[in-house]
């Protein structure tokens, strides 16, 4: 049975950082793309960034300049690094994966159980 478990939100001041992570463990074949999504509250689930297998990278136009994402193969870990945070980027962050499992061959779409991040003086 394959899991996301994220770590690294909390509250922060507006123009510092967070670093998120999120881990894959169970019986993997291959972890496609990894990415982080975000819901505000009253909000629609959205897109920060995203990486591919080959190191392609997405980030949303709200983040772009202050996010970096990035992965490590080896640990089958993603990670987002936030600076320059501001009170809009206040919501539960969500790491998701597309990953083939051992049990079932099939690409499925994974998702973690969201990491609240708070930005407020």
């Known amino acids: 049975q394959v899991q996301l478990v994220e770590s690294g939100g909390g509250l922060v001041q507006p123009g510092g950082s967070l670093r998120l992570s999120c881990a894959a463990s169970?019986?993997?074949?291959?972890?496609?793309?990894m990415g982080w999504y975000r819901q505000a509250p009253g909000k629609q689930r959205e897109l920060v960034a995203k990486v591919t297998s080959g190191g392609n990278t997405n980030y949303a136009d709200s983040v772009k300049g202050r996010f970096t994402i990035s992965r490590d193969n080896a640990k089958n870990t993603v990670y987002l690094q936030m600076n320059m945070l501001e009170p809009e980027d206040t919501a539960v962050y969500y790491c998701n994966m597309g990953i083939t499992a051992m049990s079932t061959y099939r690409y499925d779409n994974y998702w973690g159980q969201g990491t609240q991040v708070t930005v407020s003086s």
């Open positions: 169970g019986r993997i074949v291959s972890i496609y793309v």
